[in-house]
Antibody, heavy 115, light 108 residues
Framework: EVQLVESGGGLVKPGGSLRLSCAASGFTFSSYSMNWVRQAPGKGLEWVSSISSSSSYIYYADSVKGRFTISRDNAKNSLYLQMNSLRAEDTAVYYC????????WGKGTTVTVSS | QSALTQPASVSGSPGQSITISCTGTSSDVGSYNLVSWYQQHPGKAPKLMIYEVSKRPSGVSNRFSGSKSGNTASLTISGLQAEDEADYYCCSYAGVTVFGGGTKLTVL
C-alpha cells in the first residue's frame, strides 16, 4: 500500500525551530518529487515547498523562503522540513504529498506556534 | 504566487450537476495543462480527483470531470450525491505550485 506518514509536529514558541519528517512506503520513493503543503486552522491549502527526486530542484513559497529548508534521504525513504524562526502564522497542519500533482497525501502533523 | 480564484461556495440537489470554476492567469492556468483538483472532507487529508486538467486517477468516479478554457479551469460533478459534500481545491503546478482558495460544496 502506498503510504506517507508525517511526524514531528508539536507546540513551539515564536522564534523556535521544528523538524518535520515524512516516511514513505509502498512505492519507489527515489523516483518521485515530493512536496510539503500546509493548512492553517479553518483556512485553505497552501503549498510550502517541493523537492525533485534527486534533490536537484528545490522550490519554496515566498512565505517561508529563508526560514524553511526541505530535504530528503532516498536511502531512508524519508522527506524532511526544517522550520526555523517560526511565527504564529506558521500554525497549521502540515502534509507531505507525492508528485507535482500531489497524488498521494499523508494524514498530516500539527504544528502550533504560540507563547 | 497569487492564489487562483474559486467561488467560496456552490450548492446543488442530489442528482443534479454542478460546476466549480478556477480562474488563474496566462502565466499559470492559461499556459499549461497542469491543473489538478482535490476533494477534502472535514478533518481529512485532501484527495486527488483530477490532474492534468481532465485526467481521473484510478478509483475516482467518472461523475467527476475537468476542463479548461483560457485562464479558467472547471470541475464538474454530475449526479450529485450526499458524499460529494466537501471542500474542493484547484491547483496549478506549472513550476511553482499555487492553490485556489477552496469551494465549499453543499448537497441540499
Amino acid at each position: 500500500e502506498v503510504q506517507l506518514v508525517e511526524s514531528g509536529g508539536g507546540l513551539v514558541k515564536p522564534g523556535g525551530s521544528l523538524r518535520l519528517s515524512c516516511a514513505a512506503s509502498g512505492f519507489t520513493f527515489s523516483s518521485y518529487s515530493m512536496n510539503w503543503v500546509r493548512q492553517a486552522p479553518g483556512k485553505g491549502l497552501e503549498w510550502v515547498s517541493s523537492i525533485s527526486s534527486s534533490s536537484s530542484y528545490i522550490y519554496y513559497a515566498d512565505s517561508v523562503k529563508g526560514r524553511f529548508t526541505i530535504s530528503r534521504d532516498n536511502a531512508k525513504n524519508s522527506l524532511y522540513l526544517q522550520m526555523n524562526s517560526l511565527r504564529a502564522e506558521d500554525t497549521a497542519v502540515y502534509y507531505c504529498a507525492r508528485e507535482e500533482y500531489l497524488d498521494v497525501w499523508g494524514k498530516g502533523t500539527t504544528v502550533t506556534v504560540s507563547s | 504566487q497569487s492564489a487562483l480564484t474559486q467561488p467560496a461556495s456552490v450548492s446543488g440537489s442530489p442528482g443534479q450537476s454542478i460546476t466549480i470554476s478556477c480562474t488563474g492567469t496566462s502565466s499559470d492556468v492559461g499556459s499549461y495543462n497542469l491543473v489538478s483538483w482535490y476533494q477534502q472532507h472535514p478533518g481529512k487529508a485532501p484527495k486527488l480527483m483530477i490532474y492534468e486538467v481532465s485526467k481521473r486517477p484510478s478509483g475516482v468516479s467518472n461523475r467527476f470531470s475537468g476542463s479548461k478554457s483560457g485562464n479558467t479551469a472547471s470541475l464538474t460533478i454530475s449526479g450529485l450525491q450526499a458524499e460529494d459534500e466537501a471542500d474542493y481545491y484547484c491547483c496549478s503546478y506549472a513550476g511553482v505550485t499555487v492553490f485556489g482558495g477552496g469551494t465549499k460544496l453543499t448537497v441540499l
